[in-house]
């Protein structure tokens, strides 16, 4: 008998936005969806077109290029809301609303102020609503794990009557543990009437590190949708990891006897693409896509590997893409070669694109001894984000010491090849850098997060700079990589300024990071 088939909904780009610090451009989301979409996952949750124009204007972006997945954007039980999703989502060929309003005591009393009778009235009316305008309708109980039982079997009862034809399971808080959420999902398989006509959906927040486990549960229990995100980004601790659930899937497949959509050996690039674009780094301790997780450094180990892999690895890095030698391109690597690694790396450059990226590749290698994918990241980050302007960075001087203050010079050009120099003092040198970037452009940002990795292994890496500054009550956020660390630095704050004068261009139209102004709250 054929296994059945367990539906990957993927909330990158809207659970895993709410993450403090993930917000994303439209740009940035775009080119997650495209990596998605080559995933292979069946259903893109775009975002909460109603939060702002920004979440609006990406969803559609996203749905109107069709490329195969449902695209599903996220309302509240309200008229407003539930048009807001259609208008963004109607572009794609398949496209879903997911509806959604919190039931559980606490919710009803302190943040909703409705009774039990007023919140299935709304949670009917607004899926009969959003049927009226799309035939695909996802609707989720929020805090549904701290629901009465018997209460949420009448919930999803209500909402299967009205049209629902995915039901979700939130464990909004992170609270369940497995076994009580198996008995949850085989409560509602046993006491609501029409669940097995409808597919059963889990979606799990990892504040108690049971993320992945509780959906584990859920669909041994019978759910056959997996809501999760790329690395497990998220609110607070984040949610149910994508690659961590389809691997565990997968590799326990005689024990689940379930399948997912999912090209495993995409998992690898869309979590670095992902971990890039977010500036939320992937713990090298982190299950599947960390660093460490196919590396075997105990003796005991490698002697094993080598007499057998089967000995210590229960997977194999090619099924989630990681290449048998990390190691990718040299400096005669042809146009071609590098295009086609560009692309595995689940990057979608037009041929422009490319021509800048191959230019600053063939520069570093003839600097750098061996070339990596994290550098051929690190570049596409560093051109994608210079090539918008207005300001590039002409050139960078520093002296600083033990015995003495930072000096900072540096030389900026716009757009018109006009050009702005200027000098600051400090007591480092990245201090000086931000200073003399304030100073050229006149914009004056307070700095809350700084880090600094290296790109890939080796003494001549590439370090990459991610800043987090706050810029009038607003977050920006910006990447810089050089294999001169404080120039990395530079180029990070020097996105962040460039946007800020964009959006200046724009009457401030653009949201900073995508859809940070007026959020509503959820
Ligand atoms: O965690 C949650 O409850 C949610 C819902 C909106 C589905 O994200
Ligand atoms: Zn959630």
Redesign the pocket.
């Known amino acids: 008998m054929a296994n059945e088939q367990i539906k990957i909904f993927d909330?990158t780009l809207?659970?895993g936005e709410?993450a403090p610090g993930c917000s994303m451009t439209l740009r940035e989301k775009l080119r997650i969806a495209r990596a998605l979409s080559d995933l292979n996952v069946d259903i893109i949750e775009a975002g909460f077109p109603a939060a702002s124009p920004g979440d609006f204007d990406a969803v559609k972006a996203i749905a109107d290029e069709n490329r195969g997945p449902i695209i599903c954007g996220?309302a509240r039980c309200n008229p407003d809301d539930i048009e807001k999703v259609h208008a963004a989502v109607k572009g794609a060929d398949n496209h879903r609303i997911?509806v959604?309003v919190?039931t559980s005591a606490i919710h009803r009393q302190y943040k909703l102020k409705m009774a039990k009778e007023e919140i299935i009235n709304s949670a009917v009316g607004a899926i009969r609503m959003a049927r009226e305008l799309c035939d695909d309708i996802e609707f989720?109980p929020?805090?549904?794990s701290r629901t009465e039982l018997g209460y949420l079997a009448e919930v999803v009862t209500a909402a299967i009557e009205a049209g629902a034809g995915t039901v979700?399971i939130?464990?909004?808080?992170g609270y369940t543990v497995p076994a009580e959420f198996d008995r949850l999902f085989r409560y509602l398989k046993e006491n609501v009437p029409g669940i097995d006509d409808i597919t059963l959906s889990v979606?799990c927040?990892d504040d108690l590190g049971m993320a992945v486990s509780n959906s584990l549960a859920a669909v041994h229990a019978g759910a056959r949708q997996i809501?999760c995100t790329i690395n497990g980004i998220g609110?607070r601790a984040g949610?149910c990891s994508l690659e961590e659930v389809v691997m565990a899937l997968k590799t326990r497949n005689e024990f689940f006897k379930l399948d997912t959509n999912v090209d495993t050996t995409r998992l690898y690039p869309t979590a670095r693409l992902v971990a890039g674009i977010t500036g939320m780094q992937i713990p090298r301790n982190k299950a599947i896509v960390g660093e460490n997780a196919f590396a075997h450094e105990a003796g005991i180990h490698q002697h094993g590997m080598m007499q057998h892999a089967s000995t210590y690895e229960i997977m194999k890095p090619e099924d989630i893409g990681i290449s048998k030698s990390n190691l990718v391109l040299g400096k005669h690597s042809g146009r071609h070669a590098f295009r086609d690694r560009v692309k595995d790396l689940g990057f979608d450059l037009d041929e422009f694109e490319v021509n800048r990226a191959f230019q600053e590749f063939k520069k570093l290698a003839d600097k750098k001894k061996d070339m990596y994918d994290g550098d051929i990241e690190a570049i596409i980050m560093n051109v994608d984000n210079s090539s918008a302007g207005p300001w590039t960075l002409k050139s960078l001087q520093i002296t600083s010491g033990t015995e003495m203050d930072a000096t900072a010079m540096l030389t900026l050009i716009d757009e018109n090849s006009a050009e702005r120099k200027l000098a600051a003092t400090a007591d480092g040198p990245v201090e000086a850098v931000f200073i003399a970037l304030e100073e050229a452009s006149g914009i004056n940002l307070t700095l809350q997060n700084f880090e600094l990795h290296s790109a890939t292994i080796g003494e001549d890496a590439q370090g990459e700079a991610t800043v987090t500054v706050d810029f009038n009550g607003q977050p920006y956020r910006g990447h810089g990589a050089s294999q001169d660390i404080v120039e990395a630095a530079a180029r990070a704050y020097l996105e962040v300024i460039n946007r800020i004068l964009r959006r200046r261009e724009r009457g401030l139209e653009e949201s900073p990071t995508g859809n940070d102004i007026n959020r509503a709250t959820?």
């Open positions: 909330t809207r659970d709410q996220l997911h959604f919190a989720s929020e805090d549904a979700n939130p464990d909004t808080v979606h927040h809501e609110e949610n959820i």
